[in-house]
DNA sequence: TCTGGGGTCCTAGGACCC
DNA sequence: TCTGGGGTCCTAGGACCC
């Protein structure tokens, strides 16, 4: 029996657990996202349904302009708790059988197989979450991550595929640099200007040459990328968070100062509140600010010791927010806290 | 139609110490 | 008096992903 890797992914998750709840809605465009409301300003779509897309609705379009390209489509708020839910129904299905999960979000993840028929494999766990949670996934499988992560995408929707080092030349060898996980748009506009515009050229790129580009660690990487090579460990360690972060875009600019200091300082107690119910106690405060401009700004500062007090850290964040220019309007105030390690977590959580 | 929210990792450069 | 490196810590920003 060889080890396999398999990714699995949910087709549309947002949409369609928002259409398994209200099956009403099958077969019609939905666009979710934001409150709900499609004439919100600054507030963009999560998830469009497959029929919303046909009208050029996409993850990440303001509402108002999914409003005006499909002004039929059904809008609705989104509902974390809801998708949170769904999501440990399908992970839970993924555990019964014999494979490591390792969990990648609400929407995804990789399995460790060891069988000699993965497809076979891939096609019962589709038809078991499918009967069990209603929900339609795709599978990818590969020799490591990146195979596999790729081939789901050759397999949505509702299907499954396979990308090895045996295919890889075939199937990936002459699209762009951009196709690969890991590389986006800037990195690709980058490797154009050296002249690699595939992955096949990239794969054959002097090492040494994308060393001296793109640093000592990222710039080999990418050739390896380009080579189908990938991540073949699968965990089922519970991933630890390193840091967690709230921020608001408001509807209006906010200018007054007083009114900056004090979301800013509601944001860091809400936050270390999060944390520290979770057991975890905050090592640095970052704060975020964009400007009307959409200029965007971050100041970080490390706390003078680590604490678990909500004022604590909100004053530390208003310290770091007197580092900034302010005096020009905003439209949004961030805050992330940095969390001690691991180690210091389960010393300080148990 | 102006551009969300929540994360991770890497790099570069300055400060500081030896 | 001038010049040298290495190593570590810290911060700002960029890029990517979902």
């Not at 990789?110 to 096609?123: I, Q, R, S, V, Y």
């Not at 710039?219 to 380009?226: H, M, V």
């Not at 200018?255 to 905050?282: F, K």
Request: charged share 25%; aromatic share 6%; proline share 6%.
């Amino acid at each position: 029996m060889r080890a396999w890797i398999l990714h699995v992914d949910l087709d549309q998750f947002i949409a369609a657990v928002e259409v398994r709840r209200r099956p009403e809605l099958r077969g019609l465009p939905v666009v979710v996202g934001g409150s709900g409301d499609p004439t919100a300003r600054r507030q963009v779509v999560a998830t469009a349904s497959y029929e919303a897309r046909a009208f050029g609705v996409h993850s990440g379009m303001p509402l108002r302009m999914a409003a005006r390209k499909c002004p039929d489509a059904v809008f609705l708020p989104s509902d974390p708790a809801a998708y949170e839910e769904a999501s440990a129904e399908v992970m839970q299905t993924l555990r019964e059988f014999p494979v490591v999960v390792e969990v990648w979000g609400w929407d995804e993840a990789f399995l460790g197989a060891k069988t000699d028929d993965p497809e076979a494999l891939a096609h019962a766990i589709r038809t078991a979450v499918l009967e069990r949670t209603g929900l339609s996934c795709s599978v990818g499988v590969g020799e490591n991550k990146q195979q596999a992560k790729l081939a789901t995408g050759f397999a949505k929707p509702a299907g499954v595929a396979r990308l090895t080092h045996d295919t890889w030349w075939e199937i990936m060898g002459d699209r762009p640099t951009e196709a690969l996980w890991g590389v986006g748009p800037r990195m690709a506009h980058r490797l154009a200007e050296l002249g690699l515009h595939t992955v096949r050229q990239l794969a054959s790129a002097d090492s040494d040459v994308l060393s001296r580009e793109f640093g000592p660690r990222m710039g080999p990487w990418y050739g390896l990328l380009g080579r189908g090579i990938g991540d073949t460990h699968v965990t089922d360690v519970p991933w630890v968070p390193k840091s967690r972060s709230h921020e608001t875009t408001y509807p209006e600019d906010v200018a007054d100062p007083a009114e900056i200091a004090e979301r800013v300082a509601g944001l860091a107690r809400a936050v270390t509140r999060e944390v520290v119910d979770q057991g975890r106690t905050v090592v640095r405060v970052a704060v975020k600010v964009r400007f009307s401009s959409f200029f965007t700004q971050t100041r970080i500062s490390k706390l003078p010791e680590p604490t678990r007090e909500p004022e604590a850290v909100a004053a530390a964040a208003l310290r770091v927010l007197g580092r900034f220019e302010l005096g020009r309007p905003v439209r949004l105030l961030g805050v992330r806290v940095e969390l001690d390690d691991v180690t210091a977590a389960r010393d300080g959580g148990e």
